[in-house]
Structures are given as C-alpha cells and as structure tokens.
T-cell receptor, first 112, second 111 residues
Framework: GQQVMQIPQYQHVQEGEDFTTYCNSS?????IQWYKQRPGGHPVFLIQ?????EVKKQKRLTFQFGEAKKNSSLHITATQTTDVGTYFC????????????FGKGTKLSVIP | NAGVTQTPKFQVLKTGQSMTLQCAQD?????MYWYRQDPGMGLRLIYY???????DKGEVPNGYNVSRLNKREFSLRLESAAPSQTSVYFC??????????FGPGTRLTVL
C-alpha cells in the first residue's frame, strides 16, 4: 500500500538548537499536512502544503514541499521547551481524497 | 462549541467483551474518521465516513465495525475485544480534503 516514511523517529536537542524532520513518499502526493501532538494530547493541525516547491513559515517553523511532491520537511529554528511533542506528516495521495496517510512521527525532546 | 468529543476517555475490558466508542462533532463536517495510535506506529486509519450514510474501510479494519448514526455522530464498535486492540483511539472530522480535527482520544486497555 501507499506509505509515508518519516525520519528520524526520535530527536533530542539542546534548547536553542535547530530541528528538522523529513517525510518521503514513493509516489506523488496531492498535498501534505503537518500535525503536532503534545505528550498525552491529540494531533493538532499545523499546516497544509499543496504546490510543488512550496515553502511556508510559521514563526520559527519552516515547511517545505519538494519539487516532485514526494517529500517534505519541517524545520524548527532555535527550539524551545514548548516545541516538545511528536510531529507527524500526513499525505493525501489522490486529489479530492479525504484519506490521510500518516508518517510514524518524530518525537522531539528539548533539553533545557 | 465543543468541536469533537469522544466517550469514554478511558476503558478497561476483558478479552471477549464488547464495547462501543462514541464520537460526536458540532463542526457541521461531512467526513469523520477513526484512527488507532500505538507506540512507534503513528496513526492508522480504521474506518472513515466521507458523508452521512457511507462508511469505508481504512488500513486496519479487522475486528471493528462502525456506524454513521447521523451527520454529527460516528461510533466504533469492538464486538469481541482482543489484547491486540489495546490502543489509543482518536476520532477526527474534516470539512473537506484538508485539515482534520481530532478529538481528545479514548485510551483502551484489553486484558
């Protein structure tokens, strides 16, 4: 079946260091979304990328969608303790499909 | 405006028991979803309902049934619970093929 691979599975950083998580699909995606889940919480939508090569920023977070629409990344600049949680990418494979295929997530720990 | 609500929040079952997880939304969304989340496995889709009156299997439907009772409510039933169904279950809704809004989850343990 169609899968979205996400790496790394875990990342431990010192507060103030940067962090990046990557997602890859073997087939072209219609769009990709990113979610954040705080410990003990539920996934919360961060952003959606639709266009080839798209780059979006939210304060210290930068999201990119690859030119071939098969890969994406989330980069956090100067991490803070509030960034702790698991970050998931979720791909939509067919235009108009309502199904998301989630990556396994990257769990971020920030050491103060 | 509660968004997406799930009941119960916690449940412990014995193997072979049955139960129904309830999900309700007041966002007037057409699509509703049930996921399970296991450590290191991310979120896996069990069933979804693109609109009232329709349901479809997701990635891991075995051992589960669903009912889209009306536009607001989407329930997940375990007919004969097994330890492999120990998990956190999330309900989600979407107004279209984009943002999904998740409920707080149900933490289920099957002994």
């Amino acid at each position: 079946g169609q899968q979205v691979m996400q790496i790394p599975q875990y990342q431990h950083v010192q507060e103030g260091e940067d962090f990046t998580t990557y997602c890859n699909s073997s087939t072209t995606l219609s769009n990709i979304q990113w979610y954040k889940q705080r410990p003990g919480g539920h996934p919360v939508f961060l952003i959606q990328l639709v266009k080839s090569g798209e780059v979006k920023k939210q304060k210290r977070l930068t999201f990119q969608f690859g030119e071939a629409k098969k890969n994406s990344s989330l980069h956090i600049t100067a991490t803070q303790t509030t960034d702790v949680g698991t970050y998931f990418c979720a791909g939509v494979f067919s235009t108009g499909s309502y199904q998301l295929t989630f990556g396994k997530g990257t769990k971020l720990s920030v050491i103060p | 405006n509660a968004g997406v609500t799930q009941t119960p929040k916690f449940q412990v079952l014995k193997t072979g028991q049955s139960m129904t997880l309830q999900c309700a939304q007041d966002m007037n969304h057409n699509s509703m979803y049930w996921y399970r989340q296991d450590p290191g496995m991310g979120l896996r889709l069990i069933y979804y309902s693109a609109s009232e009156g329709t349901t479809d299997k997701g990635e891991v439907p075995n051992g589960y049934n669903v009912s889209r009772l009306n536009k607001r409510e989407f329930s997940l039933r375990l007919e004969s619970a097994a330890p492999s169904q120990t998990s956190v279950y999330f309900c989600a809704t979407a107004g279209g093929p984009d943002t999904q809004y998740f409920g707080p989850g149900t933490r289920l343990t099957v002994l």
